[in-house]
C-alpha cells in the first residue's frame, strides 16, 4: 500500500486554477433535438467504448438517452415504471463492456440493460446507496454515505461501501462508520464514487476502488482548525 502525501493550500481565494491549465482545447457538440428525445437535464454523462455519448437526466425525462458523437440520437435505456424492466427513479447509473447499470434506490433495485437498450436482468436489495461503481469480474461498489443500513450493522457500525458479487449474489460491506453518528447532516450532493475513487465527507482519505474493496489512495492533512471543527460536528451528530 502506498501513500501519497501532498502539501497543498486549499484556499481557493489564494490558489486560482485557471481552465487553460488543466484543458488545451473544447470541442461543442450539438445534440439532435426532438420531443421524443429531448433532454431536460444532464445529470452524468458516460462515453461508451466506441465513443457514444451516454446522458443521463435524473429529475425532467427520467431516462437515459444516448447519442453518437456526432450528436445524432440512438436511442434510449430503459424507462420509468413498476415492471420488472422499468425504474421508478434513477439514483445513479455506471457502465462497461456494453452494458448500462442503473440502481434505482426508491425500489431498491439494480437495472441492467445492454448498451442497445434491451433489458437484461435486475437485482433486487435490502439498502440504501446513492452511488454505483462497476469494479469488473462481475464486481459492483455501492455507496451508502452515511446512512444507517439497519440489516448491516456490525460491532456497533453501518458500512459506508458495500461490494456486491453478481456472481455469488452476496454483499461485502466496507469501510465502516459509528452508528452513533446522524445522516441527517452528510447527505452529500456529490457522486461519492467518481472515476474509481471514493470520497467520503467525514473521511481525510480518497480510496481508490478495488474488486476487493477500498485502498487507501491519498491522505489529506488539514490544519488544526478543520480537525477541531469537524470533531465537533461529529460530536453534535451524536
Known amino acids: 500500500r ?41 445529470d ?17 425525462t427520467k431516462t437515459i ?5 456526432e450528436g445524432k440520437f440512438i436511442n434510449k435505456i430503459g424507462c420509468t415504471g413498476q415492471a420488472p424492466n422499468e425504474y421508478v427513479t434513477i439514483t445513479d447509473v455506471a457502465y462497461a463492456d456494453e452494458k448500462v447499470y442503473v440502481w434505482d434506490c426508491t425500489s431498491r433495485k439494480l437495472l441492467i440493460y445492454s448498451v442497445s437498450g434491451e433489458f437484461i436482468s435486475n437485482h433486487k436489495f435490502d439498502y440504501i446507496a446513492r452511488s454505483v461503481l462497476y469494479l469488473g469480474n462481475d464486481r459492483l461498489a455501492f455507496c451508502c454515505d452515511y446512512i444507517p443500513n439497519q440489516k448491516l450493522l456490525s460491532d456497533d457500525g453501518y458500512p459506508s461501501v458495500m461490494i456486491y458479487d453478481m456472481k455469488s449474489d452476496e454483499i461485502y460491506p466496507k469501510t465502516f462508520f459509528d452508528k452513533n453518528i446522524s445522516s441527517l447532516g452528510y447527505m452529500s450532493l456529490l457522486n461519492n464514487l ?8 467525514l473521511n481525510d482519505t480518497i480510496y481508490n476502488m478495488t474488486v476487493s474493496g477500498p485502498e487507501v489512495k491519498y491522505v489529506l492533512s488539514y490544519d488544526e482548525k478543520y480537525k477541531r471543527n469537524k470533531e465537533e460536528y461529529i460530536e453534535r451528530s451524536k
Open 194 to 201: 467518481c472515476d474509481n475513487n471514493l470520497y467520503l465527507p
Open 65 to 69: 438517452l444516448r447519442f453518437d458523437p
Open 44 to 60: 452524468k454523462l458516460i462515453m461508451d467504448d466506441t465513443g457514444n455519448y451516454l446522458i443521463v437526466d435524473k429529475e425532467i
Open 2 to 42: 502506498n501513500l501519497i502525501y501532498y502539501s497543498t493550500k486549499l484556499e481557493q481565494s489564494k490558489n486560482s486554477v485557471n481552465l487553460s491549465d488543466i484543458v488545451d482545447s473544447i470541442d461543442y457538440v450539438s445534440l439532435e433535438t426532438n420531443p421524443e428525445y429531448l433532454i431536460g437535464a444532464i
